[in-house]
């Protein structure tokens, strides 16, 4: 089986062909600019692998809903020229072959499900902590959709006393993505977290903020284990920060076998980065098997 992937990023698009095993065969980056400049490529691209199917895990806010005149469009991306734009049914037409389509977060979630840490499990959630902050999530096998996909970069959260940065989200004042995404840190301290290592109080509030958000997660959805990604999660020392603080927050209150066992709960990502890519080509054989 032949498969196409594409994670659609704001900075880049990944394009990848694999195979039912999750294995990728080719790999290429094009750089995100407008539809009219960046899609011709891509389409290019998969046309002259003879794909059987397309996946496509994208930047959102993305159309989910399979009932809606806009299933398969990017809606309200503050990306402008990829606003309202039918991504689904552009690739569709140009293919000619069943195109799956979530979010990148859900993608990687996806990844992570089929072929990585939490294979097996019937629950699990992935965040990424980068730019921004998302969430993926799947319950009872499957991915969760709602009203929407889920948005659980922007819960809210209690803002510490002595953090006088005021949010890096022009939404709310408190919410994740505005207190611990990458442009937070560097709005906060002057600097990217890369030249911020060495600095204890960077990241005893990152992992304060991280902390309090995998409490409410873990409350609501219950997930048998917590992936964390993205560029933020390469500091070394802040995975130990968060199990440490995540305990305290949570003070006893839930007692499960994967609780006592915090190692084993919060974790890294596990498919060196590739979960995203690894999600679309799982995304591609669901639409393929429908």
């Known amino acids: 089986m032949i498969l196409g992937a594409l994670e659609a990023g704001g900075t880049k698009m990944v394009c990848a062909i694999g195979n039912e095993k999750g294995e990728i065969l080719e790999q290429v980056s094009i750089p995100t600019e407008t539809p009219d400049i960046t899609v011709p490529k891509l389409i290019s691209f ?27 469009y990017i809606t309200t991306t503050p990306k402008l020229a990829w606003q309202n734009y039918n991504i689904v049914g552009t690739f569709k037409k140009e293919l000619g072959v069943p195109v799956g389509f979530d979010t990148d977060v859900n993608g990687s979630v996806l990844g992570e499900h089929t072929w990585g840490i939490a294979k097996g499990l019937h629950s699990c959630i992935y965040i990424t902590i980068g730019t921004g902050v998302g969430v993926g999530v799947i319950v009872d096998g499957r991915l969760l959709h709602g009203m929407m996909h889920p948005e659980g970069g922007h819960i809210l959260l209690h803002k510490l006393p002595q953090d006088t940065y005021e949010s890096f989200c022009p939404f709310h004042k408190n919410c994740m993505e505005g207190l611990a995404a990458g442009p937070a840190i560097e709005g ?3 600097q990217k977290a890369f030249y911020l290592m060495d600095r204890e109080e960077v990241w005893e509030l990152e992992a304060e903020y991280i902390a309090q958000a995998l409490v409410n997660y873990t409350l ?71």
């Open 46 to 72: 998969f046309r002259e692998k003879r794909i059987e199917a397309l996946g496509i895990a994208c930047f959102g806010p993305i159309d989910l809903d399979r009932s809606s005149e806009t299933y398969g």
């Open 220 to 290: 609501l959805l219950s997930p048998q284990r917590i992936i964390l990604g993205g560029g933020v999660m390469h500091q070394t020392q802040l995975l130990a920060l968060v199990r440490e603080k995540f305990k305290k927050l949570l003070n006893g209150y839930v007692k499960t076998k994967e609780i006592e066992d915090l190692e084993n709960y919060i974790v890294l990502q596990s498919l060196d980065d590739k979960q995203g890519i690894m999600g679309a080509l799982k995304l591609g054989m669901m639409e393929l098997e429908k």
């Open 188 to 190: 906060r301290w002057g």
